[in-house]
Antibody, heavy 117, light 110 residues
Framework: EVQLVETGGGSVRPGESLRLACLVS????????LHWVRQGPGKGLIWVAQINGDASSITYADSVRGRFTISRDNAKNTLFLQMSSLRAEDTGVYYC??????????WGQGTTVIVSS | QSALTQPRSVSGSPGQSVTISCTGTNSDVGGSNYVSWYQQHPGKAPKVMIHDVSKRPSGVPDRFSGSKSGSSASLTISGLQAEDEADYYC??????????FGGGTKLTVL
């Protein structure tokens, strides 16, 4: 089973930036498509972004496009989410997940981002 | 990228069956064979229960089943057990490497 551990969450003011990381324990990390999914307080899951194995395919939800950047370091088995121009509505728990054939199979425990003045 | 529509809550007694619906459009559920369902207990990460509309990952009880008709998908849980009480989310591939989740349904086991 693949293990995922997210780090980098914290409390920031509107307009500031934050970088999340997700360490993935998988021998074949470079073969995995990976996602970020977020969940606002007491709210549902929202798909945020996706990246394929060699980062040649990257897509974003409309709500974060132009502000968030997903990337990966295959040498370090790590997925990143660079978040800029943060808004209050970006507050929530951010999960990383592996894609195993159009399904989000393995999930991390999440890291919490709070955007507040 | 509008969220798929799910009922806010459903309930059932132990041993009964419940069905959770998930309605989308031709751009997502209606045009995709990649509909999945996730179970989330409070404070925990989601867990995939159904993928590709009706397939169960290894380890998921066969009490959980999925189906799709047109732009609507459904998750049915038969023989309800106390541990099934959780939030459930549908998710559909929406083309061009984008995905969309449903708003979530809270299942209460009475």
């Amino acid at each position: 089973e693949v293990q995922l551990v997210e780090t980098g969450g914290g409390s920031v003011r509107p307009g500031e930036s934050l970088r999340l990381a997700c360490l993935v324990s998988a021998v074949d990390f470079r073969d995995y498509w990976l996602h970020w999914v977020r969940q606002g307080p007491g709210k549902g899951l929202i798909w945020v972004a996706q990246i394929n194995g060699d980062a040649s395919s990257i897509t974003y939800a409309d709500s974060v496009r132009g502000r968030f950047t997903i990337s990966r370091d295959n040498a370090k088995n790590t997925l990143f989410l660079q978040m800029s121009s943060l808004r209050a509505e970006d507050t929530g728990v951010y999960y990383c997940a592996t894609d195993q054939g159009y399904r989000l199979h393995d999930w991390g425990q999440g890291t919490t981002v709070i955007v507040s003045s | 990228q509008s969220a798929l529509t799910q009922p806010r809550s459903v309930s059932g007694s132990p041993g009964q069956s419940v069905t959770i619906s998930c309605t989308g459009t031709n751009s997502d559920v209606g045009g995709s064979n990649y509909v999945s369902w996730y179970q989330q207990h409070p404070g925990k990460a989601p867990k995939v229960m159904i993928h590709d509309v009706s397939k169960r990952p290894s380890g998921v009880p066969d009490r959980f089943s999925g189906s799709k008709s047109g732009s609507s998908a459904s998750l049915t849980i038969s023989g309800l057990q106390a541990e099934d009480e959780a939030d459930y989310y549908c998710c559909s591939y929406a083309g061009s490497n984008t995905w969309v989740f449903g708003g979530g349904t809270k299942l209460t086991v009475l």
